[in-house]
């Protein structure tokens, strides 16, 4: 079912100006200095579906993370109105594999969501997620676009961001899962999870504007506690990003675990971009989250769960 965020608001009670915000989504920001337990990520090739199943799978199963009553939000690329074949959504596929996945693990509501730079509801449908999610129970994909929808919370110990606005959704959410598409950006080099989590917030032109964009991203994702990251890196964005049209190629991967710093990582080894290859600490916002101590992009001290399907 695909309902507008109106129609959602006027079947849910608990998204008040006044709600309190739940603390277990959020962390302070950590010093680089302190020490992080190994990575473990699976990257699986293949078929979009069964690499999502299986990737999943490899890292514990979606159990693990969704239990049952939980409310989930799923966080894709769905800003632009483009068709799939343009790249620079997540592919529908992907959402509607991973939100049956939640349902099937036992969550009570699954929202999918994103604040698009584009004409709302022509994203919703072009971007074909609200059409490959239809059908599936206590299912919502919408699009989010009025301020008041959302809400201003501190970023402790934050040296770019003091405060910021996110999605009111997300914060009273019990699990959110990160679904970006790969693909490169001309102000970032590349856009993954932790860049696509700026679909989450209000003031976008602030950090491109008014602070270190690379910086504030890193601080932004170590405030915001996601859950699980699964990467759309079925095919790739090359160059034009992030809108398009570009070269796009096709590494056919699914990438998934809970260090977001390294599958960032990871799928920026998947693709040539701009034409070359780059190492994942040359991304300037993926160097920013180690240094945070939000995961590592060594890809050495990762472990790299391989499987084709």
Known sequence: MNITRRDF???????????TLPPALFHPLKSFAEPQPKATIAAVTGSRVDAVKKAVSMIGGMELFVKKGSRVCLKPNMS??????????????????????????????????????NPP??????????DACKGIKNTHAFVIYNENLFQSIPIINGKELKEVQLIKDV???????????????????????????????WDRRYF?????????????????????????????????????????????????????????????TLAKWYGQGF??????????AQQLGLGTCNLDEVTVLKAQV
Request: charged fraction near 15%; glycine fraction near 8%; aromatic fraction near 4%.
């Open 279 to 288: 190492a994942p600490a040359q991304v300037k916002h993926i160097a920013a």
């Open 9 to 19: 608001l006027g079947k849910t009670a608990v998204f008040t100006a006044a709600a």
């Open 80 to 117: 632009f109105p483009h068709e799939p074949d343009r790249a620079t959504n997540t592919h529908p596929e992907v959402v509607a594999t991973v939100a049956r996945l939640c349902i099937d693990a036992g969550a009570a509501e699954v929202i999918i969501i994103d604040y698009p730079f």
């Open 171 to 201: 914060l009273h959410s019990d699990v959110i899962i990160s679904l970006p598409t790969a693909k490169s950006h001309s102000t970032t080099g590349v856009s993954l999870g932790m860049k696509g989590l700026m679909g989450l917030i």
């Open 208 to 268: 491109h504007a008014s602070v270190d964009i690379n910086k504030a991203i890193a601080e932004l994702a170590a405030t915001v506690k996601v859950n699980l990251v699964i990467l759309d890196a079925s095919r790739a964005l090359l160059n034009a990003g992030p809108s398009g049209p570009g070269l796009i190629d096709f590494p056919k991967t699914i990438v998934a675990g809970t260090d977001q710093v390294a599958v960032d990582a990871y799928g920026v």
């Open 121 to 130: 509801e022509k994203c919703l449908k072009l971007s074909g997620i609200a």
